[in-house]
């Protein structure tokens, strides 16, 4: 029994080291790399405090709640990273800030861009994922859901920019050959 509670304990140790680094990652992006003009969208500052309570919600779980899936919990966070990273050295500061409301003046299309359109809210949503694979408790599904959606909205604003803009016909193209966040199901 004293080797499973240490076990537990080590994959606590584990998960809270590895969902800190990707909150901390989403924060640093946030107010370093996105792209910012004037103050903050009401939509900008909603999806803000939605993640930080949402993080917490996740960080309280993985202390205090028995651990269900720790591995697969590990996989989506270090998959949200990683997607995370490649994106930010992909765009260097080049997007704007989540409901911002601008449309960027290129569109991307190399690195995760390849694979999926919108790889920033996919490492997110995998981060959100983690935490209720981790500890199967049900308010962490809930706030999955909760990101997802916001996420998708954010998503779908800049898409009709781009739509209602210059780069209609490249991004008609890209949209048709490339999924929003899973890069094996049909467009």
């Excluded at 994106?87 to 704007?96: D, H, I, M, N, Q």
């Excluded at 779908?156 to 991004?171: H, K, P, S, T």
């Amino acid at each position: 029994m004293a080797k499973r509670q240490r076990g537990e304990a080590m994959d606590k140790k584990v998960l809270l080291c590895i969902a800190l680094f990707c909150f901390a990652s989403f924060a640093w992006g946030m107010l370093w790399h996105f792209r910012r003009s004037g103050k903050p969208s009401r939509a900008m500052l909603v999806t803000a405090l939605l993640a930080m309570a949402s993080a917490a919600l996740q960080l309280f779980a993985l202390c205090r709640r028995p651990l269900g899936y720790p591995f697969v919990a590990v996989t989506f966070y270090a998959a949200g990273a990683m997607l995370f990273w490649w994106a930010v050295g992909v765009t260097r500061g080049k997007l704007a800030a989540c409901g911002q409301g601008c449309v960027s003046a290129a569109i991307i299309t190399g690195g995760p861009y390849r694979f999926v359109r919108h790889p920033f809210y996919a490492a997110y949503i995998l981060a959100w994922i983690a935490g209720f694979a981790a500890t199967g408790w049900w308010p962490l599904a809930f706030s999955v859901v909760v990101m997802a959606v916001r996420y998708h909205r954010a998503a779908r604003q800049e898409e009709l920019g781009f739509m209602a803009g210059a780069l209609v016909a490249e991004y008609s193209l890209y949209k048709k050959r490339t999924n929003m966040y899973l890069p094996w199901i049909y467009p």
